[in-house]
């Protein structure tokens, strides 16, 4: 049986895709052009592997010389975006070794995996990134949010003490319609995030 990527997103799309993945994974072995096939979309198995939390597909298509790890949907989504986002930490780890990995590559929006890892509240997943040499910490989205002004408006009190550590971070940055991370956070009533500023 051929691959087929129509077959894939048709299951993703009947909430079928770790049992598609994991089925295709047991019964056909990979081919070198596996890794860099796409639908309409520009999403392939690799970026369905990482959404779904297929750590052994992963691993397997990042063996593959051809593989583009940073390549993005039509919506400018990473996989690497994809594993922050549902917080699968073994794959975000896994991608953070690959030596092409581009940590700080954003949506169409603006969005970076540091951001969407901070706005969903993925404690580990924002640790290890901001372990990164080259993680753009202040790097703001087109509508000027960073990724403190997402943990403050969503309100991760752990995430948001973990950025204020950081010596570079800009904890007044306006996002723009003029607002502070620690506004939004009095704004929304997140006291405790409000003291870990005044502190």
Same mark, same amino acid.
């Given at each position: 049986?051929?691959?087929?990527?129509?077959?894939?997103?048709? !299951?993703?799309?009947?909430?079928?895709?770790?049992? %598609?993945?994991?089925?295709?994974?047991?019964?056909?072995?990979?081919?070198?052009?596996?890794?860099?096939?796409? =639908?309409?979309?520009?999403?392939?198995?690799?970026?369905?592997?990482?959404? @779904?939390?297929?750590? @052994?597909?992963?691993?397997?298509?990042?063996?593959?010389?051809?593989? =583009?790890?940073?390549?993005?949907?039509?919506?400018?989504?990473?996989?690497?975006?994809?594993?922050?986002?549902?917080?699968?930490?073994?794959?975000?780890?896994?991608?953070?070794?690959?030596? +092409?990995?581009?940590?700080?590559? %954003?949506?169409?929006?603006? !969005?970076?995996?540091?951001?969407?890892?901070?706005? @969903?509240?993925?404690?580990?997943?924002?640790?290890?990134?901001?372990?990164?040499?080259?993680?753009?910490?202040?790097?703001?989205?087109?509508?000027?949010?960073?990724?403190?002004?997402? %943990?403050?408006?969503?309100?991760?009190?752990?995430?948001?003490? +973990?950025?204020?550590?950081?010596? @570079?971070?800009?904890?007044? +940055?306006?996002?723009? =319609?003029?607002?502070?991370?620690?506004?939004?956070?009095?704004?929304?009533?997140?006291?405790?995030?409000?003291?870990?500023?005044?502190?």
């Amino acid at each position: 049986m051929a691959f087929n990527i129509q077959v894939i997103t048709k !299951a993703s799309q009947e909430e079928s895709i770790k049992i %598609a993945l994991t089925e295709l994974e047991k019964k056909y072995p990979f081919e070198y052009n596996h890794a860099n096939r796409f =639908d309409a979309y520009q999403v392939g198995l690799f970026y369905l592997a990482c959404q @779904n939390n297929q750590f @052994n597909l992963v691993r397997s298509l990042l063996k593959q010389e051809n593989i =583009d790890i940073n390549k993005t949907s039509v919506q400018g989504i990473t996989p690497l975006f994809l594993a922050c986002e549902y917080g699968h930490t073994t794959i975000v780890s896994e991608l953070l070794k690959h030596q +092409k990995i581009d940590i700080n590559k %954003a949506t169409n929006e603006g !969005a970076t995996p540091l951001y969407i890892a901070c706005q @969903n509240g993925h404690f580990d997943i924002v640790c290890e990134l901001l372990e990164q040499k080259n993680i753009e910490i202040n790097k703001f989205t087109k509508y000027g949010a960073t990724p403190l002004f997402a %943990a403050c408006r969503n309100g991760h009190m752990a995430i948001v003490c +973990k950025l204020l550590e950081q010596k @570079n971070i800009d904890f007044n +940055k306006e996002d723009n =319609d003029g607002s502070t991370p620690l506004f939004i956070a009095c704004q929304l009533g997140y006291i405790d995030i409000v003291q870990s500023y005044l502190n």
